[in-house]
């Protein structure tokens, strides 16, 4: 083996699904595979997106050859152009991807007028080289076309990141994954294999995605009202067999959703998608049509609050309005931690009397990751040396673990991973190494950055309990009370019993405003602090909550 | 058909999982049957929990003759000491149910020092008046011993409310449900059957309870390590599984989680659980047992925060420390809703290293809701006139009809009702009447009132941008600014240029000031409402977001 050394350092992805992203380095040099969001939990209240933490790359800008993308789903694209922002323009690294891949990114540095990013197509099997990797793009088949595996070949070996992905045998559109190039690297000896873990918990093979159309249009036969066929946005071959089930049925096409209709505009130019002549309409003429000529194919499969599918729940869409008798086809399942909004969805569209179907009522989804004998054909095609599991929580890479293990893999060749922790590899072998920082970075509105941690936890007290203020005006010569205390509350529920409270509450100021200024308190931030603490044990002792409570004092 | 009128109002659990409250009403005397409540949703921030709306029968205090409940569950029972309290201690009606149900009733009653409740243990089979009601319970088997569908017969005919209910033919302690009973019911003429929708979107039977243990015990079989088993602390039946397979492997019980203990102590009590000899130790015992003499059973299957199993998966828990090499088995379903708090513990779980188990992975959990050939066989039996689908969002309700439909019943016979929503009946026919208040009460720490609608939708906007506090300071005379503003905000992200936004911001709350001292505005409201449009104003410009904007004037 030769020299140098090699570290594999995720700083998203594991641990967690979503925000996917990694550091490869040889000697110095960086390349990165992948730059992926993840959309925030409850708990984070007011927040509109989470991203990995960049700080690792900005303190090593200089030394990053190029970012590739693996493909052009959300968690694996989306945070591109918040690092590109991060790390400066004129510092930015190039762009390497598949052409469907670069035309999200292109659409969406546009999005953040990122005017001069060096972005750049690749096509699968070609070989570039990006400072000391050698750098190939292996086609793999997964629910977005253009997916592919990233190959980056050192002096040390090759590192194989395989992006999302499944083995579909019968995939809508183009070739199977490149299942002899796979094969090719496996025989000549494979360094790191970085795989997919999202369905590790799946015994089996997933279903070929082929095989959800033709269930479609069973699905669509025979029904008299309007079908509404809901999926990701991004999931154009999925469009295409919904067009093929519309066309065959002889009923026409309408695109709702903003997502919806540019993902199918840019797939559609790159030849990804084949419309018959005449059957797409604009979402204006949906109302010229008779129900039984139409199909609308609609966001909203995760149950987001402002998709197009969800306003049509609550009637509240200004092209389409469902009615008794409509059906709703989900051709998606939830995401983790999307159930709730769903069933909300689903339910809404039980109550106008339309009739829904989900997966539970008939196979008409496929999932875009391979289940466990997909992950195990990969590592016996691949023939790693080193095994990291990559995209998935604790218990997915625990199983991709012990997949790698049932396939003959040594424990001591298996390295379960964390999100800053970084795999070294030398001619002596692999560990890992000391811990790198990486976390999560808020995106709130316009503004990135670490202080929305505080915010965070200040708006989870506000939403739990609600806030006090109390303003208290003293004298400036004395620190005697000059105005009767003003209370005011938000978020604070009370009963009949307010009004007392509310005097209560004035005398209990009064009185740490008199016993401040019997200790001679007159320093302003220990007269908040006074306040603060008096008014908080008041407040609990009163109403057994704790609002934040916010003393002010202003002296005149 | 006999004269009068009879009114059958559910004040709960339609349109929604949950919250099971009905009002029979004829001739004016009211009798209730179920008193249950919800737990919140993510958005009903810091509510603890959710009520029916009991306004309806404060009205009417003086018309209950009492009120039955079908089974100890919290959605059927749980709002028992709110509406007791609601409608005074004075005016409270009495409580009916079968001893499990009542002892747990007696001891929620204690928990809110309702001491003078009059509360009636009732036999399976017996039946009492109840003013113009002939009530009688009849054994049904569900998740909890002691449940009963509850038939009030008046001179118009019979109502039966069924509970919930599954038909288990080999129930794993007492008999099945009464069958002969619901026919007899049946062959007599029923006039209406309130039934049970929860699982009116699973096709097919319910598995047994009775088939759960075996593979329990195949589960614990040849494992090292200790065994936790979470499930719901009222699946008594459940619990007796897990006993009698750790007596089988000789391990030992140890039940941790307050809930747990309680329940298992009541049900104990009254026999419905049977203990070997020796095998139960306390949880202070566990470090003093080897790990594979262990069973733990445990609260927390629903990721419930301060559950035992939480804290033991956060490694918080006083008495079990798990480690590498233990398991945990989940023996229940999450709840729609709760999916993401389970998913967050079992990936904690894995992380410590634990092994776990759900019923993805052995048939280790059977509903207690019977699916849809049981709800046709309950149609069958019961051959109602009328039929008026209960406990269920508008998806189940939709299709617990359609199951009516299948097996007969006419249409127009079948009754999709809302919460609010009388259905009336007498000798002409039966018809939907006026709508009368139905809706949420929360209950937030010890206050509980319609005051709180306010109190959450200010919530909602503090957790989502934060809040801004402004005061001015103004000279009672003239309503000059006397003193500088002062700006205060709590969860409201800021980067570098925070100092001078609030520069900024001062200069914006001076100038509106001058410009209401201009126009002569003068009174308070009115200022603070000027302040208030400026400032928002100022904030969306800069920040693009919309934090609650709260102006304070002081006059001094």
């Not at 089996?204 to 008299?224: D, I, M, N």
């Not at 806030?467 to 004395?478: K, L, P, R």
């Not at 938000?490 to 409270?501: S, Y």
Request: aromatic residues 4%.
């Amino acid at each position: 083996m030769a020299g140098g050394k090699l570290r594999v350092l995720p700083l998203g992805g594991l641990g967690e699904i979503g925000k996917n992203m990694t550091v490869l380095e040889y000697e110095d040099r960086i390349l990165v595979v992948d730059v992926g969001l993840r959309f925030p939990t409850a708990e984070m209240v007011g927040i509109d997106l989470v991203l990995p933490d960049f700080a690792y790359l900005r303190e090593r800008v200089d030394d990053i050859e190029g970012i590739v993308i693996t493909h052009g789903h959300e968690d694996h694209l989306g945070a591109l152009p918040w690092i590109l922002r991060s790390l400066g323009a004129e510092n930015a690294p190039p762009v390497y991807g598949r052409p469907l891949t670069m035309a999200m990114a292109r659409s969406k540095l546009d999005e953040h007028r990122l005017r001069d990013i060096d972005v750049n197509d690749v096509q699968a099997g070609d070989a570039f080289d990006l400072g000391p990797f050698g750098v190939e793009l292996i086609h793999m088949t997964h629910s977005i076309p253009d997916a592919c595996a990233v190959a980056a070949t050192t002096p040390l070996g090759t590192v194989l990141v395989t992006g999302d992905y499944k083995f579909d045998q019968t995939p809508v559109d183009g070739p199977a994954a490149d299942l002899s190039r796979l094969a090719e690297m496996g025989a000549e000896g494979l360094l790191l294999l970085c795989g997919d873990s999202t369905n590790a918990d799946r015994p089996g093979f997933s279903t070929s995605e082929a095989l959800v159309g033709p269930k479609l249009e069973e699905v669509f036969l025979g029904r008299q009202g309007r079908i509404v066929v809901t999926c990701f946005a991004s999931n154009i071959h999925r469009v295409q067999q919904v067009v093929d089930a519309a066309a065959a049925l002889g009923r026409k096409v309408a695109l709702v959703g903003r997502s919806m209709r540019k993902n199918v505009n840019i797939a559609r130019s790159l030849g990804h998608i084949e419309v018959p002549e005449g059957i797409m309409i604009p979402p204006r003429e949906i109302q010229d049509w008779p129900d039984h000529k139409l199909v609308i194919v609609s966001t909203g499969s995760q149950g987001e609050p402002l998709s197009a599918l969800r306003r049509m729940a609550h009637r509240d869409h200004p092209q389409v309005e469902l009615r008794d008798g409509d059906t709703v086809v989900f051709s998606a399942t939830p995401i983790p931690g999307n159930e709730r909004a769903v069933n909300e969805t689903v339910d809404r569209l039980y109550h106008i009397g339309c009739d829904v179907i989900t997966t539970r009522d008939a196979p008409i989804h496929a999932s875009g990751h391979g289940y466990a004998e997909e992950i195990k054909l990969m590592l016996n095609l691949a023939k790693p040396r080193y095994v990291m599991p990559f995209h998935g929580d604790h218990k997915r890479i625990q199983l991709h673990a012990r997949l790698a293990e049932a396939v003959g893999v040594e424990p001591e060749a298996i390295f379960r991973g964390e999100n800053g922790l970084p795999l070294e590899i030398d001619g002596r072998g692999a560990r890992f190494g000391a811990r790198e920082r990486a976390g999560m970075i808020f995106v709130d509105g316009v503004d990135i950055g670490d202080v929305t941690d505080v915010a965070l936890r200040d708006r989870r007290m506000l939403s739990a309990d609600g806030i006090f203020v109390v303003v208290a005006t003293i004298s400036e010569q004395d620190g005697s009370s000059v105005a009767d205390p003003e209370v005011i509350f938000r978020g604070v529920p009370f009963t009949e019993e307010a009004e007392g409270l509310l005097d209560e509450l004035r005398a209990t100021v009064e009185a740490s405003l008199a016993r401040a200024a019997e200790e001679e308190i007159r320093e302003i931030d220990l007269l908040q602090e006074t306040l603060h603490d008096d008014l908080a044990e008041f407040v609990y002792e009163r109403l057994k909550r704790r609002p934040m409570v916010l003393p002010v004092v202003v002296e005149v």
